[in-house]
């Protein structure tokens, strides 16, 4: 069986892309494993980190949320032409990516669109992706 992996909590930080105040809450929440021991006096704090992807709280929520979004999208606000899919609207995208390539400066929601308004190449790829049209 193998140990997991111990590091400082400001290494668990930059490599669980979160804030150090996340690790620390985490650490006393029971979510991650964190103990006194390293450092050159051993009082220095230091961190399991778990196998696999971890994700906090807040990317769990916000991960829950983006799924209940649409997928399809028109890419500019007179909602002409044809509406593409977005795989991720991610919390921090400036300028959204459309699966066909296709970038837009912003994304305009598309309910009630029809299933020939959509862009060919974003229906291919979603199926090739085994994405949710």
Known sequence: MDK?????????????????????RSIREGKLVGA???GP??????????EGEWLDDAKQAYIRL??????W?????????????????GIEELMPAFLCGLNSESIYGANGH???????????EAQKR???P
């Open 114 to 124: 029809k299933e020939e308004e959509r862009c060919p190449q974003c229906v291919a």
């Open 41 to 50: 006096d051993g009082r220095a704090w230091l961190v399991e980190l778990p």
């Open 4 to 24: 997991a992996e111990k590091v400082t909590i400001q290494e668990a930080s930059r490599r669980l892309n979160v804030s150090q105040d996340v690790i620390r």
């Open 73 to 89: 999208w028109w890419p500019e606000v007179e909602k002409t032409g044809l509406v593409h899919y977005v795989e991720s609207t």
């Open 36 to 38: 006194r021991g390293g």
């Open 130 to 132: 085994g994405l949710t």
């Open 66 to 71: 983006e799924q209940q979004l649409p997928h």
